[in-house]
């Protein structure tokens, strides 16, 4: 078994029968995104699970320090990366518009610090703020905004 993260790694090996039993590890990580990979080696066929998980350090409330692009086209869509803090696995990023309009990003957390958030084309121009849902469902507003607007054209001005 192999717990690895990026501040330590641990190793256990040997024969264990896991049929109808509990393993417990107990390993000390920090707050962040971690996984843990089991695998199954000495035997056909070959079995890995891998499980993705994340620890939040307590009080530490999810905030976003900076979000790029932060101005779009509206025709075009766009990967959004948001940078911050407390970012755990299956985070969400909405964008929330005047009214009623919310629309809910598909989301890729990267890290503990980053977000990868995909803005759909043809997204409804305006000025969106930025709300991330937590895993367990609470929502946490942001002071980061998002623009969408019309493609700009700049023509010349020629006289005579």
């Known amino acids: 078994m192999l717990v690895n993260s990026a501040q330590s790694a641990v190793a256990v090996a040997g024969e264990m029968n896991l049929a109808n039993a509990t393993v417990t590890l107990r390993v000390p990580l920090t707050a962040g995104i971690h996984a843990l990979t089991f695998r199954q080696d000495n035997a056909q066929p070959r079995t890995v699970w891998k499980i993705e998980?994340?620890?939040?350090?307590?009080?530490?409330?999810?905030?976003?320090?900076?979000?790029?692009?932060?101005s779009m086209i509206t025709s075009a869509g766009a990967t959004l990366t948001l940078e911050g803090r407390g970012f755990e696995i299956d985070t969400v990023v909405e964008l929330v518009g005047s009214g009623t309009t919310t629309l809910r990003l598909a989301t890729t957390v990267v890290s503990s610090t980053q977000i990868l958030a995909t803005l759909p084309p043809n997204t409804a121009n305006g000025t969106y703020t930025v709300r991330l849902i937590q895993p367990n469902g609470s929502p946490v507003a942001t002071s980061a905004t998002v623009s969408v607007g019309p493609r700009r054209v700049f023509l010349p001005i020629v006289t005579r």
């Open 53 to 70: 998980t994340s620890l939040r350090a307590e009080g530490i409330v999810p905030t976003v320090s900076r979000v790029t692009p932060n």
